[in-house]
C-alpha cells in the first residue's frame, strides 16, 4: 500500500514550546486514519505543517510525494479546529461562494449533504447554532472532490445523533469516492468504526500506530488502548 503523507523527523517549536518532537510517520492513501492524542498532543500543529501554514523547524514532509506547497492545497480539503465562516451570508450563499472559490467542490453534492444534516439553505451563518455551524464546515470539506481531507476535531460541539449522521455522510462519501481522509477527534468511542488506520500522538511523538483492525484483534477497541496509553 503506498502512503499519501510521509512525515519524516519533523521538529516544530513554538519559542522554547516543543509541538512536534521529531515526529515520524506514514499516513496510508485511500484510507481513513484517526489522529488521536491528549490535548496538546500536537495533532493541530501537525495539519498546519501538511498545508503549509505552519512551518517546521526542521525535518520533511511529502504529500503525495511533494512538499506542502500552496499549489498542491488545491488537492486538499482542511477543516481547522477553530473554523469561521462569512457570518452575513447564509448557507445558500455560503455553499455558491465555496463552489466558485473552492476547488473540486461539487455543488449538487453539497445541497445533498446540507439536506442530510438538515440545514436549512434560507439561514443565515450568523443564526446557527455551534453544531448546525459545525456542520456547514464539514459539509464545505466532504462536498469536494480532492485526494486529501484534513479534518480536525470535526465532531466537537455537535450532538450524538448528528455526530452519528456526520460519521455516515463520510462514509458514503468514501464509497462514492475514495480518498486519504485524515480525522483528529477525542469522541473515539463513536468515530472509532470509521477508522481503517489510527495514529496515536503524544507531546508531538509518535505513540503507536497500526492497521485498526489487527489492533482491536491484538488489544481491544480503540478506544481502551487510547486508555491503556496516556491513562
Ligand atoms: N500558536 C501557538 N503558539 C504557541 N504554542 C502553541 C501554538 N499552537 C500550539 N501550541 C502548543 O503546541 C502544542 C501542541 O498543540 P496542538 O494544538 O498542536 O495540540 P493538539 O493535539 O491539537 O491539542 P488539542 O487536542 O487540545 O486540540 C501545545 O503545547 C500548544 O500549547
Known amino acids: 500500500m503506498s502512503n499519501a503523507i510521509e512525515i519524516?523527523?519533523?521538529n516544530k517549536f513554538y519559542g522554547?514550546?516543543?509541538?512536534?518532537?521529531?515526529?515520524y510517520v506514514t499516513f496510508p492513501e485511500g484510507q481513513i486514519t484517526g489522529l488521536l492524542g491528549p490535548n496538546g498532543a500536537g495533532k493541530s500543529t501537525l495539519f498546519k505543517a501538511i498545508i503549509g501554514l505552519v512551518k517546521p523547524q526542521c525535518g520533511n514532509i511529502l504529500v503525495f510525494g511533494q512538499h506542502p506547497h500552496w499549489k498542491l492545497n488545491a488537492e486538499?480539503?482542511?477543516l481547522p479546529d477553530r473554523a469561521k465562516w462569512y457570518k452575513a451570508h447564509t448557507i445558500k450563499q455560503a455553499l455558491t461562494y465555496a463552489f466558485n472559490v473552492l476547488p473540486?467542490?461539487?455543488?449538487?453534492?453539497?445541497?445533498?449533504?446540507?439536506?442530510?444534516?438538515?440545514?436549512?439553505?434560507?439561514?443565515?451563518?450568523s443564526t446557527l447554532s455551534k453544531g448546525q455551524e459545525a456542520r456547514l464546515h464539514i459539509i464545505l470539506c466532504l462536498a469536494r472532490k480532492v485526494k486529501l481531507v484534513l479534518l480536525d476535531e470535526p465532531f466537537s460541539g455537535i450532538d450524538l445523533l448528528s455526530r452519528e449522521q456526520i460519521i455516515q455522510s463520510i462514509i458514503e462519501s468514501m464509497l462514492d469516492q475514495p480518498q486519504t481522509i485524515?480525522?483528529?477527534?477525542?469522541?473515539?468511542?463513536?468515530?472509532?468504526?470509521?477508522?481503517?488506520?489510527?495514529?496515536?500522538?503524544?507531546?508531538?511523538?509518535?505513540?503507536?500506530?497500526?492497521n485498526t483492525d489487527i489492533l482491536r484483534q491484538e488489544k481491544g477497541s480503540i478506544e481502551s488502548i487510547y486508555r491503556g496509553l496516556f491513562r
Open 8 to 10: 519524516k523527523y519533523l
Open 16 to 23: 522554547s514550546k516543543v509541538a512536534l518532537d521529531d515526529l
Open 76 to 78: 486538499i480539503a482542511y
Open 104 to 125: 473540486g467542490f461539487d455543488l449538487p453534492r453539497a445541497l445533498e449533504l446540507a439536506d442530510q444534516m438538515q440545514l436549512e439553505l434560507d439561514d443565515q451563518v
Open 182 to 210: 485524515l480525522i483528529s477527534t477525542h469522541e473515539i468511542h463513536e468515530a472509532e468504526g470509521l477508522f481503517d488506520h489510527v495514529v496515536f500522538l503524544n507531546r508531538g511523538q509518535l505513540v503507536l500506530e497500526g
